[in-house]
């Protein structure tokens, strides 16, 4: 699989991927997610040469993660501003770093605590179930091909697994 072509794999993950699985993307995002929303203060709060963070932008920009927004006419300035799309990112972006502070953190701990305004408590993302609310575990999820792709994404043993727990 070559990385150009990673958004044509039948796979969400690799898709995703192809939009956000680089450093910089990831940390324009995190940027972004802080109410960054002009080039130079991306530019000066990442240290990323002006080249990197126009191509991640225009990326970004491309497949409606960011919408770039005039606000100044005369000389135009624009700014970047998550689309829904965009937004919709966050329970990844929180993820990487609720891993970041668990396994990467120093002994001064994690550098930012997250607090949920609706209860004022610091707190950590976690993934739960649309259906039910329990936490999702890797171990408590199975996983089903879409009937067009049946038996061409899972490995076998994957599958037999599966076919074997179901009963």
């Not at 396994?103 to 605590?113: T, Y």
Request: glycine share 6%.
């Amino acid at each position: 699989m070559r990385w150009e072509e990673l958004d044509q794999q039948p796979c969400s993950l690799a898709r995703t991927l192809s939009v956000v699985g680089d450093r910089w993307t990831l940390l324009v995002l995190r940027e972004c997610f802080l109410g960054i929303r002009r080039f130079d203060e991306f530019e000066r709060r990442l240290g990323i040469t002006r080249h990197v963070l126009a191509d991640r932008l225009k990326k970004l920009v491309e497949a409606a993660v960011l919408d770039k927004v005039a606000y100044q006419q005369r000389p135009l300035r624009e700014e970047y501003r998550l689309t829904d799309k965009g937004r919709d990112l966050y329970p990844a972006v929180l993820a990487l770093v609720n891993w970041g502070d668990r396994h990467m953190s120093g002994a001064e701990g994690p550098p930012i605590r997250h607090v949920h305004r609706s209860c004022g408590q610091p707190m950590h993302g976690v993934l739960v179930c649309s259906e039910c609310g329990e936490p999702l575990l890797p171990q408590e999820v199975l996983l089903e091909e879409a009937p067009a792709l049946k038996g061409r994404l899972l490995p076998a043993h994957w599958r037999a697994r599966q076919a074997e727990e179901k009963r």
